[in-house]
């Protein structure tokens, strides 16, 4: 099935930096859903995004909703430890029921 | 209940056994999705229902993988004589709209099935 590109792949920080991430598609969507995956565990919904140029926050997470509706990005600012996991994006284009899921990018957070 | 759930947790089952994955989706929820999520991988859609009906089935690998939702609310994915390659997690979402492009999904746990 399709998957959105989704970069970086993984990435290693320093607890306090700011990250960003973004996921593009050759199809114009709809929606996009922001998710992060802990192992083991299923995706928890962190942002909701329905109209192209929205601009939603969710505490320290930030993402936007591209205008040409073919990306998104996702920014963390301030890491935590805890922000450690790994983060998908998923978009719903213009026909069907069938949300596409990025690639993922896996975040690690050094002390 | 409070959120989507899913069992059992795990499963292991020998090439050629068949395997029942059960959903609780959020009460009231009236459409519920199934994923395929291989390791290293984003989920991939499988079927979808709105209330019992299977409006979505165009995700399913082959005629040995079947979904049903016979009361609008549990559903349950049944996999016939599973392979190696059903190896993977799956995972159920449920969302309160008819219209999924307008909602959004909630996930449960997933169920780990491994094909000896």
């Known amino acids: 099935g399709q998957q959105l590109n989704q970069s970086p792949q993984s990435m290693f920080i320093q607890e306090g930096e700011d990250v960003s991430m973004n996921c593009t598609s050759s199809s114009i969507f709809n929606t996009w859903l922001w998710y992060k995956q802990d192992p083991g565990e299923g995706p928890v919904l962190l942002i909701a995004l329905y109209k192209a140029g929205e601009l939603t926050s969710n505490g320290r997470l930030t993402a936007q909703f591209g205008i040409t509706r073919k990306d998104s990005f996702l920014n963390i600012s301030a890491s935590i430890p805890s922000d450690v996991g790994i983060y998908f994006c998923a978009g719903l284009p213009n026909t069907g029921n069938q949300f596409y899921f990025g690639t993922g990018t896996s975040l690690t957070v050094i002390p | 209940g409070a959120g989507v759930s899913q069992s059992p947790r795990y499963k292991v089952a020998k090439r050629g056994q068949d395997v029942a994955l059960r959903c609780d989706p959020i009460?009231?929820?009236?459409?519920l999705f199934w994923y395929q999520q291989a390791l290293g991988q984003g989920p991939e859609f499988l079927t979808y229902?709105?209330?019992?009906?299977?409006?979505?089935k165009s995700g399913l690998p082959s005629d040995r993988f079947f979904a049903e939702r016979p009361e609008g609310s549990v559903s349950t994915l049944k996999i016939q004589r599973t392979q190696q390659e059903d190896s993977a997690v799956y995972l159920c979402?449920?969302?309160?709209?008819?219209?999924?492009?307008?909602?959004?999904?909630?996930f449960g746990p997933g169920t780990r099935l491994t094909v000896l």
């Open positions: 229902f709105q209330n019992e009906a299977q409006l979505d």
């Open positions: 979402a449920s969302s309160s709209r008819l219209e999924s492009g307008t909602d959004t999904q909630y």
């Open positions: 009460s009231g929820h009236v459409s």
